[in-house]
């Protein structure tokens, strides 16, 4: 069973950074497409961005391209999200999920991804 641990979250002035871990424990991470998600009070789950298994590829959502950047350490079994220019609307729970597939596999979508993280506060204000 993986287990995934979000870390890094907090609170961060706009135009700051912030960078958000994932850790896996029980199996080597990369086997796992790794999918970062954000819930803010009252809305739904969103898809941030996205990581194939190898690292050689990423997705974005329009609201966070060009300022968030999705990597890999697999040889550490750790998915980080460095997260730059930071605005208030990103304050939300920050959460990574993983599936298990190949490595041409991406996707925003929650459904689409089986194991998921507790999720970490990222709070942006002044």
């Known amino acids: 069973q993986l287990q995934l641990v979000e870390s890094g979250g907090g609170s961060a002035q706009p135009g700051g950074s912030l960078r958000l871990s994932c850790a896996a424990s029980?199996?080597?991470?990369?086997?796992?497409?790794i999918g970062w998600f954000r819930q803010a009070p009252g809305k739904e789950r969103e898809g941030v961005s996205c990581i194939n298994r190898s690292g050689a590829n990423t997705k974005y959502a329009d609201s966070v391209k060009g300022r968030f950047t999705v990597s890999r350490d697999n040889a550490n079994n750790t998915v980080y999200l460095q997260m730059n220019s930071l605005k208030p609307e990103d304050t939300a729970v920050y959460y990574c999920?993983?599936?298990?597939?190949?490595?041409?596999?991406?996707?925003?979508?929650?459904?689409?991804?089986?194991?998921w993280g507790q999720g970490t506060q990222v709070t942006v204000s002044s």
């Open positions: 029980r199996t080597t991470l990369g086997y796992y497409t």
């Open positions: 999920a993983a599936v298990r597939q190949l490595d041409s596999f991406l996707s925003l979508a929650p459904s689409r991804y089986r194991y």
